[in-house]
């Protein structure tokens, strides 16, 4: 089984800039990704990567964003730059085993909140 523990949510003004890690319990053989959401809203992918480095982002965030993983230390990154207030929600750590797609893994989430 594998746990997520997502870290580096805080506040920030409109413009500036978060690092996002997600910290997993084991190696990851599976499509990890980040998903947010914002109150009243559904819960919406925001980027995917395979263990590979293959990415894949939301058009949102598409060229502010940028995702990345260091399999040795079992973490995910999300790096995000120009950062605007529509951004602001819970960001979600998720992982997608490779030889079981209906084995799927949430962390806890951590909170983004992007000021004007």
């Known amino acids: 089984q594998v746990q997520l523990v997502e870290s580096g949510g805080g506040e920030v003004q409109a413009g500036g800039s978060l690092r996002l890690s997600c910290v997993a319990s084991?190696?990851?053989?599976?499509?990890m990704g980040w998903y947010r959401q914002a109150p009243g809203k559904q819960r919406e992918l925001v980027a995917t990567i395979t263990r590979i480095g293959i990415r894949n982002y939301a058009d949102s965030v598409k060229d502010r964003f940028t995702i990345s993983r260091d399999n040795a230390k079992n973490t995910m990154y999300l790096q995000m730059n120009s950062l605007k207030p529509e951004d602001t929600a819970v960001y979600y750590c998720n992982v997608r085993l490779n030889y079981n797609q209906a084995l799927i893994y949430w962390g806890q989430g951590t909170q983004v909140t992007v000021s004007s």
């Open positions: 084991g190696s990851v053989f599976g499509i």
